[in-house]
């Protein structure tokens, strides 16, 4: 009788245990996906602003105002600086950002003679859309811009190329693999545009976050109602023989730099990595402002002045 109470103590406390467990799994993952999904709401929304309070002209620089038409007739507002070498350069800012956040390319790039074309993304900054979307709908918008830097008498069609930071660097990949027109590609701190992307985990941290990145892609689809583009890591393999520069910094998990280096080693030649361990993302111009303004225009003027 000793035993038989003894036994139905011992497995009601287990019975506990393993339900109060399973609870905490269930409420974990549960909260995870409230959170991702609050995220993924909250990276649809726009992102509208004044782009203030500098200019072009306070660098000095001639420019002028540009819309660009999205073939489904939104409003993309810019600016353009007119090129002295018949080269230029589209940049492409991170996301939630406007042009601003590409004023240190573009005046880096202006100095040494190269036109500039750099607007803010749709549903960012002051240009019109009411979704954003990772980046994916506005890939299309590159063959915009670049339609542009073609019909100006300023500019060689053969000499025209892209950058950009962040998911501005994603977007820029993902275009130049569809158009060849865009002669060098330079993309500083691309992320994943889908799962498949993302370099594999190496811990159980690393593994939580690959899994929240395809849970953040379905979600994100289902509410800006777009399709991913085709794998970066496929589209990096589309860019040669056209020159391509990757710049990583160091983030959490080291995942800047593994996820440069996966797309070096997938990247056809010629072809550049170039890694800045002391800076965070997207701070290579303010860590090293000389030594990036240097490869840059090394960048550039090798893929266009040089046989």
Not at 294 to 305: P, V
Request: charged residues 20%; negative net charge.
């Amino acid at each position: 009788m000793f035993l038989k109470k003894h036994i139905t103590k011992d497995r009601t406390w287990r019975y506990w245990l393993k339900l109060v467990g399973f609870g905490l799994i269930v409420f974990l993952i549960l909260g995870n996906t409230a959170y991702i999904g609050l995220y993924a709401y909250a990276s649809t929304r726009p992102t509208q602003y004044a782009a203030c309070c500098i200019t072009p002209a306070d660098k000095g620089f001639d420019y002028k105002d540009v819309s660009l038409t999205t073939d489904d007739g939104l409003e993309l507002a810019g600016w353009y600086i007119p090129s002295q070498n018949r080269a230029a350069v589209i940049l492409l800012h991170g996301y939630g950002g406007n042009r601003l956040g590409m004023m240190f390319h573009a005046e880096a790039l202006a100095n040494q003679g190269y036109g500039v074309l750099f607007y803010d993304q749709r549903a960012s900054g002051e240009s019109e859309g009411g979704v954003r979307s990772w980046g994916w709908l506005d890939v299309a918008d590159v063959d915009v811009a670049l339609a542009y830097l073609q019909a100006r008498p300023d500019i060689d069609a053969d000499k025209i190329g892209i950058f950009g930071s962040s998911t501005g660097a994603e977007i820029a990949l993902a275009a130049a693999a569809l158009n060849t027109d865009i002669a060098a590609v330079g993309a500083d701190g691309p992320g994943y545009t889908v799962q498949k992307d993302a370099v594999p985990p190496q811990s159980i941290p690393e593994a939580i976050s690959y899994f929240d990145a395809g849970l953040f892609v379905l979600m994100m689809q289902l509410r800006s109602g777009a399709s991913a583009p085709q794998p970066l890591t496929e589209a990096v393999a589309q860019i040669s023989p056209r020159p391509l520069l990757l710049i990583s910094t160091s983030t959490e998990f080291d995942f800047e730099r593994r996820m440069a280096e996966q797309f070096y080693n997938l990247a056809g030649e010629p072809k550049a990595h170039w890694h800045i361990p002391e800076a965070g993302h997207g701070g290579g111009p303010s860590t090293r402002p000389e030594e990036y303004t240097r490869r840059l225009l090394d960048f550039y003027d090798q893929a266009f002045f040089e046989e």
